[in-house]
Every structure is written in structure tokens, then in C-alpha cells.
Nanobody
């Protein structure tokens, strides 16, 4: 079992920045080798992939956020971050953290990000 908890959402103006955090923990869960993903779901839309970070800090991003969002990991804190810059109204969504571990698919409760003037 893995517990995943996001934080850091809020209201920001277009062009602004936010940093989301995701803490993951569990028995026999080795954060340093886990692939951690960020997803988002806007009202009336399906959940979509945003970014992922694996061991050795290899990253992958959705085309819509490339160059604006950066994922990073702090293995000492079992925490993954999503730095979001140059935010746009279309980035408004609930953001979820995810990891797949030993056959399980674990999601956090989500954190709301609203980009509006």
C-alpha cells in the first residue's frame, strides 16, 4: 500500500507560477526507484497526463506543458514537485499525483489549481 498526498494548489493569475508537492510513502515502497506521475482533470474533461519523473531524474512531459512545467524529485523527503510557470487559464484543473507500484495504482486526493484574473 502506498499513500500519496498532494499540496500546493491555489488561485494564480495568468502568467504566474505555482509549485505543487506530492509526498509518497508506504511499507516496501522505494521512492527512489518509483516512477511518479502528475495528471490533471479539468471540469467536463477526462483526466490527462501532465508529467512523469523516474529514477535518475528522467522526465517526460505533455506537449501542452513542455517548456513551462518542470518535475523534480527529492529522494530524501520522498517528495516529487511540479513547478508550473507561465500558467494559462487552460491549466485550470485538479492536479493529481500518481505512482504504480507492485501491481497497484495509487492516486492522491488532488489539489485544485485555478488560473484566472
Amino acid at each position: 500500500q502506498v499513500q500519496v498526498v498532494e499540496s500546493g494548489g491555489g488561485l494564480v493569475q495568468p502568467g504566474g507560477s505555482l509549485r505543487l508537492s506530492c509526498a509518497a510513502s508506504g511499507s516496501l515502497f522505494f521512492f527512489n526507484i518509483a516512477v511518479m506521475g502528475w495528471y490533471r482533470q479539468a471540469p467536463g474533461k477526462q483526466r490527462e497526463f501532465v508529467a512523469a519523473i523516474a529514477n535518475l531524474d528522467s522526465t517526460n512531459y505533455a506537449d501542452s506543458v513542455k517548456g513551462r512545467f518542470t518535475a523534480s524529485k527529492d529522494n530524501a523527503k520522498n517528495t516529487v514537485y511540479l513547478q508550473m510557470n507561465s500558467l494559462k487559464p487552460e491549466d485550470t484543473a485538479v492536479y493529481y499525483c500518481n505512482t504504480k507500484w507492485q501491481g497497484g495504482d495509487y492516486w492522491g486526493q488532488g489539489t485544485q489549481v485555478t488560473v484566472s484574473s
